[in-house]
């Protein structure tokens, strides 16, 4: 008995050892282009570190053709995107016949294969937008991430960008604000 127990024991500590082994070196990539994107990515960055274990690290670039040009690179696995931004790399302009994100989303993929995920409810419609790699190398992140889908009012997201800007850090406020809605 004392020794079925003792494989039993060996058995589990070697199956939580090569687990945890399993998120170690693995570095999620999450691209903005500008300064308004940062409180999103925060929070994105802090949903997959927080319930994956997954390391994140938020790189910002200058402007939109830096930031797609590292997609095609493969430099980023997540770029935060809203819908107006979309049109400009589109090629496409703001007008009242304007396609719908379904538009969108389904040119995105044919065109750059990337995938848009639920908009995080303030607008244009920001959203996280991931590659083809990250989605076949994290399955889950799709279901995490819309997780954020709706949860800011843009007079919430407005609130938020307030307070990052006045006392606190920007990813203090993420935190805040995800465990005020009990996501983390």
């Known amino acids: 008995m004392k020794r079925i127990m003792c494989l039993i024991v060996a058995g ?5 050892a090569h687990m945890s082994v399993a998120c170690v070196g693995k570095t999620i990539h999450v691209g903005i282009s500008s300064a308004n994107e940062k409180l ?12 994956t274990g997954s390391s994140v690290t ?8 830096e930031l797609y040009e590292a997609v095609k690179e493969g430099k980023l696995n997540i770029i935060m995107e809203n819908t107006d931004s979309a049109m400009q790399i589109l090629g496409r302009t703001k007008s009242a016949g304007s396609p719908g994100t379904d538009v969108i989303k ?6 750059f294969n990337l ?7 303030i ?3 920001y959203a996280p937008v991931l590659t083809a790699d990250t989605l076949s190398n994290y399955p889950a992140l799709p279901k995490l991430l819309n997780k954020l889908a709706g949860v800011l009012s843009n007079d919430t997201y407005s609130k938020l960008l307030k307070s990052a800007s006045s006392n606190d850090t920007t990813k203090k406020v993420a935190k805040d604000f995800l465990k005020s809605k009990k996501l983390i």
Do not use: C, H, Q
């Open 12 to 16: 589990v500590f070697l199956m939580t």
């Open 40 to 51: 999103m990515a925060e929070l994105a960055s802090l949903m997959i570190t927080e319930r």
């Open 58 to 65: 938020i790189d910002v670039y200058k402007d939109s053709r």
């Open 106 to 111: 389904n040119e995105y993929r044919r065109r």
């Open 115 to 121: 995938t848009w995920l639920n908009s995080f409810g």
């Open 123 to 125: 607008t244009p419609k």
